[in-house]
Structures are given as structure tokens and as C-alpha cells.
């Protein structure tokens, strides 16, 4: 019965669309019915999948990079104090910066193809990444710190076997973010500048006034990201419990 | 297990300009159980944090270091109130997490014979989450002996379980820490009457020794006339103090 309860928003949601669209007498071409959306959905699936095989690529690509890098910097920064002082502001600064704004230049660095979208989706994630999993490092117990030390341990062995398992729930809280954000990135990248990819089949889909297909693609992004959601919440679920015991 | 050396300790710890610890002498003989009693917030847990490495902010002013003149770095252990498991260690590799912080290769056999020790070899391969927090102290009390130190500082570490644990863990802990210079924090004057060989009581008016049933080894019965005599002298002495 669990299904059911599932689905039900999801019927919910689709009534009060075909609903809207009915009592508002709104022309399909601004906006369409589910049924026509569904109907764009089946048609276009060879183009829809093809594109979406782009765009999850250009995701997966940049979320593997995004958190191993952001990984990596925490752990830096929580290892050395002066990096700290020196990287910290510009870790923050580069979030004052509008990731629109510098898609048209990493379009221009990394070229027409997939490196722009990777380095898109991978700017966008490193920052809640690196900020998660750098405050859980730093917030380690003290007494399991002063423990470590009594029994001889330097700080790389102190990092690897008490702070980078203790700050584990950050790190995957983290990752749950990145998980959410880069299909964003991506995206964008694909706005910007680009010849594939769902970001692309959109601005293409709204330009021939194929509004159907154009929402038939938003959907297959909301289902794309809400599966690499469920992807990594469940492999952090596990690995939490694994953490637990 | 090389010779214990006893442990001195001279001067006062501050923390910025706040005095958290005031100028006072302390001598814990080589071998020998001392225990420094005191009420919360005297400093006595600030003073044994001397001889372990004081935490980021304080600075001791003066000394704290063996009396034969060695440095104490790896010749200490410590055990506190918190157990301190990693709950995503088994308790035996929590056992041997010294020998994992150290690089060195940790000796598996030794773990489960000191597990077996503290009556905890069946729950060896368990994590620490599944222990009692009785059986979380003991698993705490095989990782200190891992270490396998000649200096033994104790934390308050019975102060959270119920009185008859506390007492069976007083009883084992004094077996197999006898030989070692253990100096043992404390604010219960029972346990200080049963285990200390030799018992210092801080209190703001600084540190005083009292004198103990030397002619009964420890650990002594709870029960004893004459440990219950310390017991209450130690008592009075914290209450005329507070």
C-alpha cells in the first residue's frame, strides 16, 4: 500500500495541472496539458535519451570531480591552519560570484563539449562539499583528539583514523547537496553554450515553439536529478549504518 | 613495561588571563596508586591534563614531567570518564587503536587476552554500541592496558555507573593496574578510600594529603571500618572546604 501513498501527490500534482489548464483555457503552445506532455514524452524518447545520456554524464563527471576535490581541500584546510586563513576567504568569495556569470567564460576556457558543463556542475558543488565536510573535521571531539595524542599519533594518522571517520556524516551531508546541485550546473553549461544535452534540447525545444517538448525535457531533468538523489542518499544511508554498527 | 617513575608536578595553569588551576606542588610516587580528590571545578582534572598534553588555549605555568628526569611522551596512558570508543571500530579493534594512531602493526592475540581479561572476549568482534556502558568502561580499561604504559592516569572513569559496577570496575582496575604509577582523579572520597595508597584532596585552600588505612592493601572492602573512617574524613574535609 505504500505505493499508493507514493503516488498519489504525483496524481494530485497532475490533476490540478490538467485542471489549470482546462478552467484557464490557456492555448496548449504556453501551456500544455499532461496528456500532451506525455504524448511529446513517448515520441521524443530516442532524442530525449540520447540527450540525457550528455547531460548525466556531464553530472556524474562533475560530481565525482566536485567532491573529491572539495574532499581534498577540507582535509587541507583542516591540516593547516595558515591555509586556512589564506584559501578560506576565497572559498567564500567564489560564492559571491554568480554561477550564470561565469558560464559564458568557462564556455570560452573549456570549450564547446562536456568540459564547460563538468567544470559547471563541478564549481557549483565544491563549496557546499568543502564547507561541510571542513566543519565536521574540525569539530571532533577534543577528548578523542587529546586520546589520540596521549597514545602517539601525528596528525595525518589522527586525520585518517579519528577525524575523516568521525566527520563522515558531514562529508555524506554534503554529498546529499552536490547530489541536488549539479544537475543544475550542468544545465546551465548546456544554456550557455551547446550542441547535446537536456539544457540544450529546452533552449532548442523553446525556440521551434515545441512547448511540449520543452516540458516533456523538464520533467526528464526533475526525474534524472530526484534518481541521483535517491542514488546517493541511499549509499550514504548505508554507509552511515555501516559507521554506527 | 619499562620502571615507572613517579610524577611531580609544580606551578599553576591558565587559561588566557584566567587562573584555572592555582600554584601547587604535587608528588605521586613510582608504582603507587594516588588518588586527588577534589570538588568539580577545583582543577584537578586540569592538573592531571598536564601530564597527558593540556588542550588547545591553556598554558601551564611551571612543571609537569617524571621524576627521573625523562620525558613522559609515550609513557603514559590515560582513561576518562567517557569511554572515547570509536563506534565504527569492533571493541577489539578499539583495544588495539593505539597500535592503528601509531602505524604499527597491533597484535591481535595480546587484544583478545586482555579482552578476555576484563570478561569482555565474548563481545570482542562487537561494536561498542551494543555494550552497557559497564561493559563500554571495562573495553575502555583492556584499550588503556593495550598501551601497556608504565604511567596510568585516571580521569574520573567510574564516576558514570551505578554503584555495584563501579565497585566490581574499582576491583579490577586495581588488579591489573598494580605496579604502574597510577594517578587517579576523583571527586567520590569512597573510591579514594578503597584504591588510594595515597590520597591528595585539592580544594581551593590548595592540596593536602590524607592519611590512609596503610595497613590494608587496596582495594579495600567498601564495607571496611576503617575505609568507611577515611571515607568520612575525606568527606568533611570537601565540605568545610565548599
Same mark, same amino acid.
Given at each position: 500500500?505504500? +505505493?499508493?501513498?507514493?503516488?498519489?501527490?504525483?496524481?494530485?500534482? #497532475? !490533476?490540478?495541472?490538467?485542471?489549470?489548464?482546462?478552467?484557464?483555457?490557456?492555448?496548449?503552445?504556453?501551456?500544455?496539458?499532461?496528456?500532451?506532455?506525455?504524448?511529446?514524452?513517448?515520441?521524443?524518447?530516442?532524442?530525449?535519451?540520447?540527450?540525457?545520456?550528455?547531460?548525466?554524464?556531464?553530472?556524474?563527471?562533475?560530481?565525482?570531480?566536485?567532491?573529491?576535490?572539495?574532499?581534498?581541500?577540507?582535509?587541507?584546510?583542516?591540516?593547516?591552519?595558515?591555509?586556512?586563513?589564506?584559501?578560506?576567504?576565497?572559498?567564500?568569495?567564489?560564492?559571491?560570484?554568480?554561477?550564470?556569470? #561565469?558560464?559564458?567564460?568557462?564556455?570560452? +576556457?573549456?570549450?564547446?563539449?562536456?568540459?564547460?558543463?563538468?567544470?559547471?556542475?563541478?564549481?557549483?558543488?565544491?563549496?557546499?562539499?568543502?564547507?561541510?565536510?571542513?566543519?565536521?573535521?574540525?569539530?571532533?571531539?577534543?577528548?578523542?583528539?587529546?586520546?589520540?595524542?596521549?597514545?602517539?599519533?601525528?596528525?595525518?594518522?589522527?586525520?585518517?583514523?579519528?577525524?575523516?571517520?568521525?566527520?563522515?556524516?558531514?562529508?555524506?551531508?554534503?554529498? *546529499?547537496?552536490?547530489?541536488?546541485?549539479?544537475?543544475?550546473?550542468?544545465?546551465?553549461?548546456?544554456?550557455?553554450? !551547446?550542441? *547535446?544535452?537536456?539544457?540544450?534540447?529546452? #533552449?532548442?525545444?523553446?525556440?521551434?515553439?515545441?512547448?511540449?517538448?520543452?516540458?516533456?525535457?523538464?520533467?526528464?531533468? !526533475?526525474? #534524472?536529478?530526484?534518481?541521483?538523489?535517491?542514488?546517493?542518499?541511499?549509499? !550514504?544511508?548505508?554507509?552511515?549504518?555501516?559507521? *554506527?554498527? | 613495561?619499562?620502571?615507572?617513575?613517579?610524577?611531580?608536578?609544580?606551578?599553576?595553569?591558565?587559561?588566557?588571563?584566567?587562573?584555572?588551576?592555582?600554584?601547587?606542588?604535587?608528588?605521586?610516587?613510582?608504582?603507587?596508586?594516588?588518588?586527588?580528590?577534589?570538588?568539580?571545578?577545583?582543577?584537578?582534572?586540569?592538573?592531571?591534563?598536564?601530564?597527558?598534553?593540556? %588542550?588547545? &588555549?591553556?598554558?601551564? $605555568?611551571?612543571?609537569? %614531567?617524571?621524576?627521573?628526569?625523562?620525558? @613522559?611522551?609515550?609513557?603514559?596512558?590515560?582513561?576518562?570518564?567517557?569511554?572515547?570508543?570509536?563506534?565504527?571500530?569492533?571493541?577489539? =579493534?578499539?583495544?588495539?587503536?593505539?597500535?592503528?594512531?601509531?602505524?604499527?602493526? &597491533? $597484535?591481535?592475540?595480546?587484544?583478545?587476552?586482555?579482552?578476555?581479561?576484563?570478561? @569482555?572476549?565474548?563481545?570482542?568482534?562487537?561494536?561498542?554500541?551494543?555494550?552497557?556502558?559497564?561493559?563500554?568502561?571495562?573495553?575502555?580499561?583492556?584499550?588503556?592496558?593495550?598501551?601497556?604504559?608504565?604511567?596510568?592516569?585516571?580521569?574520573?572513569?567510574?564516576?558514570?555507573?551505578?554503584?555495584?559496577?563501579?565497585?566490581?570496575?574499582?576491583?579490577?582496575?586495581? =588488579?591489573? @593496574?598494580? &605496579?604502574?604509577?597510577?594517578?587517579?582523579?576523583?571527586? $567520590?572520597?569512597?573510591?579514594?578510600?578503597?584504591?588510594?595508597?595515597?590520597?591528595?584532596?585539592?580544594? $581551593?585552600?590548595?592540596?593536602? =594529603?590524607?592519611?590512609?588505612?596503610? &595497613?590494608?592493601?587496596?582495594?579495600?572492602p567498601p564495607d571496611d571500618g576503617e575505609t568507611l573512617a577515611v571515607t568520612g574524613r575525606l568527606t568533611r574535609l570537601l565540605l568545610d572546604a565548599a
Amino acid at each position: 500500500m505504500r +505505493w499508493v501513498w507514493a503516488l498519489l501527490p504525483l496524481g494530485f500534482g #497532475l !490533476a490540478l495541472w490538467q485542471a489549470a489548464v482546462m478552467v484557464l483555457q490557456v492555448p496548449h503552445f504556453i501551456l500544455p496539458g499532461p496528456a500532451r506532455v506525455a504524448g511529446a514524452l513517448w515520441e521524443n524518447r530516442a532524442l530525449l535519451a540520447e540527450n540525457a545520456v550528455v547531460t548525466v554524464t556531464e553530472v556524474l563527471v562533475g560530481l565525482a570531480l566536485g567532491a573529491v576535490l572539495g574532499w581534498a581541500t577540507a582535509i587541507g584546510l583542516a591540516l593547516s591552519p595558515p591555509a586556512r586563513r589564506l584559501v578560506r576567504p576565497l572559498l567564500v568569495f567564489s560564492q559571491a560570484v554568480p554561477v550564470f556569470a #561565469l558560464a559564458p567564460i568557462f564556455t570560452l +576556457w573549456f570549450g564547446y563539449g562536456m568540459g564547460s558543463k563538468v567544470a559547471m556542475a563541478l564549481l557549483i558543488i565544491y563549496f557546499p562539499v568543502t564547507s561541510a565536510f571542513f566543519d565536521a573535521l574540525v569539530s571532533t571531539p577534543p577528548a578523542w583528539l587529546q586520546q589520540a595524542r596521549v597514545m602517539g599519533a601525528g596528525p595525518v594518522r589522527v586525520m585518517w583514523h579519528v577525524r575523516i571517520p568521525a566527520a563522515l556524516p558531514g562529508l555524506l551531508s554534503g554529498l *546529499r547537496l552536490a547530489a541536488v546541485y549539479a544537475p543544475i550546473g550542468a544545465i546551465i553549461g548546456e544554456w550557455v553554450g !551547446a550542441s *547535446r544535452g537536456l539544457g540544450y534540447l529546452m #533552449l532548442l525545444a523553446n525556440g521551434r515553439a515545441k512547448i511540449d517538448l520543452m516540458f516533456a525535457t523538464v520533467i526528464v531533468v !526533475a526525474v #534524472l536529478t530526484l534518481a541521483l538523489h535517491r542514488v546517493v542518499d541511499a549509499l !550514504a544511508n548505508r554507509l552511515e549504518a555501516g559507521r *554506527r554498527g | 613495561m619499562t620502571a615507572p617513575p613517579g610524577l611531580c608536578f609544580s606551578g599553576r595553569v591558565l587559561a588566557g588571563a584566567v587562573e584555572i588551576l592555582a600554584p601547587v606542588e604535587l608528588r605521586v610516587p613510582a608504582g603507587q596508586w594516588t588518588c586527588l580528590l577534589g570538588a568539580s571545578g577545583v582543577g584537578k582534572s586540569t592538573l592531571l591534563q598536564c601530564f597527558a598534553g593540556l %588542550g588547545d &588555549g591553556l598554558v601551564l $605555568d611551571g612543571t609537569a %614531567g617524571a621524576t627521573d628526569g625523562r620525558a @613522559l611522551a609515550g609513557r603514559v596512558a590515560m582513561m576518562a570518564q567517557a569511554d572515547l570508543l570509536m563506534p565504527w571500530l569492533s571493541v577489539r =579493534e578499539n583495544v588495539m587503536l593505539g597500535a592503528r594512531l601509531r602505524g604499527v602493526r &597491533g $597484535d591481535k592475540g595480546r587484544a583478545v587476552e586482555l579482552l578476555r581479561r576484563v570478561g @569482555l572476549e565474548a563481545l570482542a568482534e562487537r561494536r561498542p554500541s551494543a555494550l552497557s556502558g559497564g561493559q563500554r568502561q571495562r573495553a575502555a580499561l583492556a584499550r588503556t592496558l593495550y598501551e601497556d604504559r608504565p604511567v596510568v592516569l585516571l580521569d574520573e572513569p567510574f564516576s558514570a555507573l551505578d554503584v555495584a559496577t563501579r565497585a566490581r570496575m574499582q576491583e579490577l582496575a586495581a =588488579e591489573v @593496574l598494580r &605496579g604502574r604509577t597510577v594517578l587517579h582523579v576523583t571527586h $567520590d572520597p569512597a573510591e579514594a578510600a578503597r584504591l588510594g595508597e595515597r590520597v591528595f584532596v585539592l580544594t $581551593d585552600q590548595g592540596l593536602s =594529603e590524607v592519611a590512609t588505612d596503610e &595497613g590494608q592493601p587496596m582495594p579495600r572492602p567498601p564495607d571496611d571500618g576503617e575505609t568507611l573512617a577515611v571515607t568520612g574524613r575525606l568527606t568533611r574535609l570537601l565540605l568545610d572546604a565548599a
